[in-house]
């Protein structure tokens, strides 16, 4: 049984930074690609960023030079910093694992159960 558990959501104000961790346990964390999605209020999901398993990455446009995603695997965490926040960075983010590409949205199937950021103006 594949669990992720994410953290570090909250409040903060625009410019502001914030790291969120998700534990993953149930399987081997260190072959499988892992990825952090967000969804906003009245939008589709989306994912944000991805890492491989061999620690290469992925962002979205949106938030390329802002965020940060990372893993270790000795602690089977994945990390996404997040910095010079936006209010429209403002969502549920999700932490993600699954098998196939690192970059493709289909890839993942499970999923944490999601952690809230709000960024104020």
């Known amino acids: 049984q594949v669990q992720l558990v994410e953290s570090g959501g909250g409040l903060v104000q625009a410019g502001g930074s914030l790291r969120l961790s998700c534990a993953a346990s149930?399987?081997?964390?260190?072959?499988?690609?892992m990825a952090w999605f967000r969804q906003a209020p009245g939008k589709e999901r989306e994912l944000a960023a991805a890492?491989?398993?061999?620690?290469?990455?992925y962002y979205a446009d949106s938030v390329k030079g802002r965020f940060t995603i990372s893993r270790d695997n000795a602690k089977n965490t994945v990390y996404l910093q997040m910095n010079s926040l936006k209010p429209e960075d403002t969502a549920v983010y999700y932490c993600?694992?699954?098998?196939?590409?690192?970059?493709?949205?289909?890839?993942?199937?499970?999923w944490g159960q999601g952690t809230q950021v709000t960024v104020s103006s």
């Open positions: 993600a694992t699954g098998s196939g590409p690192y970059s493709y949205t289909l890839s993942y199937d499970y």
């Open positions: 890492i491989s398993s061999g620690h290469s990455t």
């Open positions: 149930g399987r081997a964390f260190s072959m499988a690609p």
